[in-house]
């Protein structure tokens, strides 16, 4: 079955760095394209950011672009998400999440998330 | 950026009632090459990820109970749980996917039971 597990939060200060991880399994890795969604405590979702299947294109959200940098390593199923210049408003859980058809943007798979706290 | 925006915030509903959660976008979602609206519903459960419930405005996925459905075009949309179920109890949001370089959800509604 499907399964997104993602690593890497933790309490970081702030204009520190972090770097997230997101371990696929279940389904051919490669073939799909991968995001990352954030959820301040007691708020609702923020898209982040998005890669293709083939890492060809990234994009992101206004409000981490020039900081956060998505990546991902195919031969490993894993996606990452490189997180610089931290501040208070970044403090979410941060799930990966697996766009049901490539090209279409809306998620069929998602992990649990990993909390990053930035004090 | 396209704003979606849910309503109400909250509602209590009477097990076996029906819910409806209201969800408007700042801009058509409605892509008039393929005439389809870029429109997804998800709910969440404390302490648990998005879960995927409708795409396409109003195709449900594949193993979601049929009392959810969605509906509306364009601007206006609906999701309706025909009879509540306890374990129907959840934030819903909506999500739009029309503009592909910045997606955006809505703020969220909180669903109790009466």
């Known amino acids: 079955q499907v399964q997104l597990v993602e690593s890497g939060g933790g309490v970081v200060q702030p204009g520190r760095s972090l770097r997230l991880s997101c371990a696929a399994s279940?389904?051919?890795?490669?073939?799909?394209?991968m995001h990352w969604v954030r959820q301040a405590p007691g708020k609702g979702l923020e898209w982040v950011s998005l890669?293709?299947?083939?890492?060809?294109?990234?994009y992101y959200a206004d409000s981490v672009k020039g900081r956060f940098t998505i990546s991902r390593d195919n031969s490993k199923n894993t996606l990452y998400l490189q997180m610089n210049s931290l501040s208070a408003e970044d403090t979410a859980v941060y799930h990966c999440?697996?766009?049901?058809?490539?090209?279409?943007?809306?998620?069929?798979?998602w992990g649990q998330g990993t909390l990053v706290t930035v004090s | 950026d396209i704003v979606m925006t849910q309503s109400p915030d909250s509602l209590a509903v009477s097990l076996g009632e029906r819910a409806t959660i209201n969800c408007k976008s700042s801009q058509s979602v409605l892509y008039s090459s393929n005439n389809k609206n870029y429109l997804a519903w998800y709910q969440q459960k404390p302490g648990q990820p998005p879960k995927l419930l409708i795409y396409w405005a109003s195709t449900r996925e594949s193993g979601v109970p049929d009392r959810f459905s969605g509906s509306g075009s364009g601007t206006d949309f609906t999701l309706t749980i025909s009879s509540l179920q306890a374990e129907d109890v959840a934030v819903y949001y909506c999500q739009q996917y029309y503009n592909t370089l910045s997606l955006t959800f809505g703020g969220g509604t909180k669903v109790e039971i009466k």
């Open positions: 999440a697996r766009e049901a058809v490539a090209g279409i943007y809306y998620f069929d798979y």
């Open positions: 890669i293709r299947y083939d890492g060809s294109n990234k």
């Open positions: 279940g389904f051919t890795f490669s073939n799909y394209g």
